[in-house]
């Protein structure tokens, strides 16, 4: 079925007249931002709205004052349409007051499903109006940038409904297995589509690369079927296990259609709730249901930044609440978004002009945040201290838990200093991650011999740990015995010595404990009963030596 054909939108650059008029009310000064007042009406923006693009040049950008330095004063963005630059939108096109529902329901192409599961999905939706009027009204926002990717790529405009048995059309949804954003990709399916995730922002939660993503990850699994109910269920389930499932009817000579495939019961409902949503949009009155007016054209326009910007900021800037800006922005991990990483943000189409002007008239810095990379492993105390900071705000804008170190090479959100007062580079952008150690005493490695009757158990109960990390350690069942003279090793707190240098006293006697420093340390608690000849023999087959102990067998320790 082919899409039914839709008006030309999208953005056009200002006629020289309108840039000339921009060009004077930025030059008046800055343009108050009303940071309480509700936004206009779409209907008040200027008719042919077109693609604001100033340029860096000095017709273009208001001139800093002498005392203020580059790092506070930025040219006006570019604002373009993100689905179409440079073609126009006129608001006054009578297909732009057609209704959106109306334009989803000409494309809808799947055979219709009709069984106990889609009664019951309609019965659960028809139960509750609150929830589907919250759902749709936040799908409004979304739904035209959705519906102009599915025409684009000739699909099924019933795809455009599947956020809203995924996620509700939440960007921000997680589920139980580590689904995030309105598509609901799991973190390794996310990286397979190019959806980045690190410290600074969540690509899965990302309103323009969720869908792309999302529509390429199901046309694939089209292409892989050769059939969209198929697709769906892979989508839900997983490729392979839906291969599995065919291969196996195959071999029973079984048919392989969706409907007689053998698979968990929540993919089995899965097609079932999408027809439910589907008979809903097709006639809400039927189920005592309502769908809030959706205009067709875009409500959100993207805007180009190319300096880092605190969220903060650039919501006050667009005249609307920090809430609000997330809402289209959600992919943001932090407080401040990277023009490394993200070099455009989305606002409602009502608010984009009025950021491109407050933002070409500002001044001052636009980011209180920058990224540190710490140069080696210490407290979050210390590194608190070294970049000037309290250590609970660190520890909380860069999620740090109690009782843990950061490690080296780790990358932390710090306030911007004239010491790190540079936007944050492509590298780090990209690639910041953050590793923490567990704050515990550093151990040490002692290399022992097995006495008589040694085993698992008694290794343990003598120094003080557990079997389990014995027999780990040392790379045998929890219930071996040793050897007598068998090489051993264990892992206990390295105390460190009252002086350098200094030769202790061991309680079982006077053995001596060599470690790799050059210090002489005490040797190990002799066995007791189950050694009867340690106390005369442990120069010699009981000597220990301290090495420091590599990190796997640290984290081995602190698990008991």
């Known amino acids: 079925m082919t899409p039914s054909p839709t ?116 019965a659960w939706y028809s139960a509750r109006p609150d929830y589907v009027q919250r759902m749709t009204e936040r799908g409004s926002r979304y739904l035209f940038h959705i519906i102009e990717e599915v025409e684009k790529r000739g699909m099924p405009a019933e795809l455009a409904l599947l956020p809203f048995t995924e996620s509700a059309f939440n960007p921000q949804a997680m589920s139980t297995a580590k689904a995030s954003g309105m598509w609901q990709f799991v973190p390794a399916t996310g990286r397979d589509f190019s959806l980045k995730q690190n410290i600074f922002r969540d690509d899965r939660r990302d309103v323009l690369a969720s869908t792309r993503a999302a529509l390429d990850y199901l046309g694939r699994l089209h292409k892989m079927f050769g059939d969209w109910r198929l697709a769906l269920a ?88 920090l809430e609000k800006f997330k809402q289209f922005n959600p992919q943001m991990n932090k407080p401040v978004m990277l023009a490394a990483g993200s070099n455009q943000l989305l606002l409602p189409y009502d608010n984009a002009k009025a950021f491109a002007l407050n933002l070409s008239a500002h001044r001052g810095p636009l980011a209180s945040w920058t990224a540190w990379v710490v140069p080696k492993t210490m407290h979050p105390s210390v590194a608190a201290k070294q970049v000037g900071m309290d250590e609970n705000q660190l520890r909380e804008v860069n999620k740090i838990p109690p009782r843990m170190l950061v490690k080296q090479g780790s990358t932390l959100l710090v306030p911007r200093s004239a010491k790190r007062s540079e936007d944050v580079s492509s590298h780090l952008a990209d690639n910041a991650s953050i590793s923490l150690a567990p704050d515990v005493p550093p151990l040490r490695k002692l290399k022992i011999k097995a006495g008589r009757n040694d085993s698992v158990t008694t290794v343990a109960a003598r120094y003080g740990v557990s079997p389990a990390q014995v027999a780990q350690w040392n790379k045998v069942a929890s219930g071996a015995k040793f050897k007598p003279g068998q090489a051993l090793a264990v892992y206990v707190p390295n105390k460190p010595a009252a002086r350098s240098g200094t030769q202790l006293a061991a309680k079982s006697g006077k053995a001596g404990v060599s470690s790799k420093g050059g210090t002489r340390m005490a040797s190990a608690k002799s066995s007791g009963k189950s050694n009867g000849n340690a106390a005369k023999s442990q120069s010699k087959s009981r000597g220990v030596t301290v090495a420091a102990a590599p990190e796997t067998a640290v984290r081995a320790a602190i698990k008991r």
């Not at 698979?263 to 097709?282: F, G």
Request: glycine share 6%.
């Open 7 to 122: 008006p030309r939108r999208g953005l056009q650059a200002l006629s020289t007249l309108a840039l000339a008029a921009l060009l004077a009310a930025c030059a008046s000064g800055p343009t108050p931002v009303a940071e309480t007042a509700a936004p206009s009406e779409r209907n008040a923006l200027p008719r042919n709205f077109g693609s604001l693009a100033l340029s860096n040049t000095p017709e273009a950008t208001a001139v800093p004052s002498p005392a203020t330095s580059q790092d506070e004063a930025l040219g006006a963005p570019e604002l373009e349409d993100s689905l179409r630059p440079g073609m126009k939108i006129d608001l006054d096109a009578p297909t732009a007051r057609n209704d959106l529902w109306d334009r989803l329901r000409a494309g809808f192409q799947l055979e219709d499903l009709e069984n106990e599961g889609v009664r019951r999905a309609e």
């Open 234 to 321: 892979a989508y839900n389930w997983g490729q392979g296990n839906v291969q599995k499932a065919i291969a196996r009817n195959q071999k029973a000579g079984l048919p392989t259609d969706y409907e007689s495939l053998r698979m968990p019961e929540e993919t089995r409902y899965y097609i079932p709730k999408l027809q439910a949503v589907k008979n809903i949009v097709q006639n809400p009155e039927k189920y005592g249901l309502s769908l809030p007016p959706v205009e067709n054209h875009p409500y959100f326009l993207t805007v180009r930044i190319d300096r880092d910007i605190d969220l903060e900021t650039a919501a006050r800037l667009a005249g609307i609440t």
